[in-house]
T-cell receptor, first 115, second 111 residues
Framework: NAGVMQNPRHLVRRRGQEARLRCSPM?????VYWYRQLPEEGLKFMVY????????ESGMPKERFSAEFPKEGPSILRIQQVVRGDSAAYFC?????????????FGQGTRLTVV | GDSVTQMEGPVTLSEEAFLTINCTYT??????LFWYVQYPGEGLQLLLK?????DKGSNKGFEATYRKETTSFHLEKGSVQVSDSAVYFC??????????FGKGTKLSVKP
């Protein structure tokens, strides 16, 4: 059973371009969480999605960032018109259900560099 | 809002030394508590968890006990190894199911 798969592992974008980060959850998992880790910082929650629904987006910046988790295919975190401050590692986690004691499994992350 | 406080790193220890990494949290109700470990260049791996008061989570020689009265979940290991060098994150689970992370504690173990 493959783990959480994120791609690409590394992504370089010029300022003003769009970045698309993909996350395929573990088989049988329908809950996905996105986190951002700035250099030398902890992980900050961004958004929690269930298939076709956004459950909690309280950590998402109000502009330029969006996320989706369609019925078929991976979850996508989209950053439009990237700026240098968007450079970070973006991690996706998935869980089978959304309960408070359910283990979440993390992918290896996408490291975004904006030049 | 919910938050977590971990001891500042980096923590540098010699092999076979005793390890304690303190963690306290503020949260609504009694959340499940998790410790995750991040090795260089990797994602996070679950180390251990506890889902209710007085539960003790343990794995690979690491232990942590859910202390409701002090809202703490300190991580301990009796004898660390060089291979334990990593960043450790304490994370309560928020009411919506998302994990709440602090800055992490970097551990370096010297031979």
């Amino acid at each position: 059973n493959a783990g959480v798969m994120q791609n690409p592992r590394h992504l370089v974008r010029r300022r003003g371009q769009e970045a698309r980060l993909r996350c395929s959850p573990m088989k049988g998992h329908s809950h996905v969480y996105w986190y951002r880790q700035l250099p030398e910082e902890g992980l900050k929650f961004m958004v929690y999605l269930q298939k076709e629904n956004i459950i909690d987006e309280s950590g998402m910046p109000k502009e330029r960032f969006s996320a989706e988790f369609p019925k078929e295919g991976p979850s996508i975190l989209r950053i439009q018109q990237v700026v240098r401050g968007d450079s970070a590692a973006y991690f996706c986690a998935s869980s089978r259900v959304g309960g408070a004691d359910t283990e979440a499994f993390f992918g290896q992350g996408t490291r975004l560099t904006v030049v | 809002g919910d938050s977590v406080t971990q001891m500042e790193g980096p923590v540098t220890l010699s092999e076979e030394a005793f390890l304690t990494i303190n963690c306290t949290y503020t949260a609504t109700g009694y959340p499940s508590l998790f410790w995750y470990v991040q090795y260089p260049g990797e994602g996070l791996q679950l180390l251990l968890k506890a889902t209710k008061a007085d539960d003790k989570g343990s794995n690979k020689g690491f232990e942590a006990t859910y202390r409701k009265e002090t809202t703490s979940f300190h991580l301990e290991k009796g004898s660390v190894q060089v291979s334990d060098s990593a960043v450790y994150f304490c994370a309560p689970r928020g009411s919506q199911g998302n994990l709440i992370f602090g800055k992490g504690t970097k551990l370096s173990v010297k031979p």
